[in-house]
T-cell receptor
Framework: GQQLNQSPQSMFIQEGEDVSMNCTSS?????WLWYKQDPGEGPVLLIA?????ELTSNGRLTAQFGITRKDSFLNISASIPSDVGIYFC???????????????FGQGTILTVHP | GAVVSQHPSRVICKSGTSVKIECRSL??????MFWYRQFPKQSLMLMAT?????????EQGVEKDKFLINHASLTLSTLTVTSAHPEDSSFYIC????????????FGPGTRLTVL
């Protein structure tokens, strides 16, 4: 089946530093998504990418959909303490068949920000 | 923005009992909802795809008779864990797909199930 490799698994950074994490896949996805999950809560959508090569920003967050459609990265600039949490990438399959709309998640990146 | 709710948020039950978890899309209609399971410090694993008015599609290895899914309306899907055992203890999360919002999936807050 489809697998996503997300790295790094965890990061410990100082407040103000920039953060970068990425995901790679063995197969193509039509959509790449980045979510943040706080402990005991559901994932919250941060950025959605719909076209290969697309670069999208949301405040201090920037994400790109790889040109091969098999990878994506997320950057967080000038990190703050509330950025702490688990970040997941997810690939979404396209139209057609029973797999339409299904998300495959990466393993997650645990981010710790020291004040 | 699109809101998905889950009820209950936490449930503790005895082994052998059945537990029902509700997932509702509050401000949009969702013909498709998804049910995930998440163990501590692990990623989300898709259990099944719930389609309004039809049978759910289960992922490989997920017992359909163990995890009953009903999607009776465009805003409600339920997951029933039947004859729960301690190994069913987990964090169950649903998501709902908003067809009017570029097929974006919005997640519920999750339900923590503990089976004693």
């Amino acid at each position: 089946g489809q697998q996503l490799n997300q790295s790094p698994q965890s990061m410990f950074i100082q407040e103000g530093e920039d953060v970068s994490m990425n995901c790679t896949s063995s197969s193509i996805f039509n959509t790449w998504l980045w979510y943040k999950q706080d402990p005991g809560e559901g994932p919250v959508l941060l950025i959605a990418l719909y076209k290969a090569g697309e670069l999208t920003s949301n405040g201090r967050l920037t994400a790109q959909f790889g040109i091969t459609r098999k990878d994506s990265f997320l950057n967080i600039s000038a990190s703050i303490p509330s950025d702490v949490g688990i970040y997941f990438c997810a690939g979404q399959t396209g139209a057609g068949g029973t797999s339409y709309g299904k998300l495959t998640f990466g393993q997650g990146t645990i981010l710790t920000v020291h004040p | 923005g699109a809101v998905v709710s889950q009820h209950p948020s936490r449930v503790i039950c005895k082994s052998g009992t059945s537990v029902k978890i509700e997932c509702r899309s509050l401000d949009f209609q969702a013909t498709t909802m998804f049910w995930y399971r998440q163990f501590p410090k692990q990623s989300l694993m898709l259990m099944a795809t719930s389609n309004e008015g039809s049978k759910a599609t289960y992922e490989q290895g997920v017992e359909k008779d163990k995890f009953l899914i009903n999607h009776a309306s465009l805003t409600l899907s339920t997951l029933t864990v039947t004859s729960a055992h301690p190994e069913d203890s987990s964090f169950y999360i649903c998501s709902a797909r908003d067809l009017l919002s570029a097929d974006t999936q919005y997640f519920g807050p999750g339900t923590r199930l503990t089976v004693l």
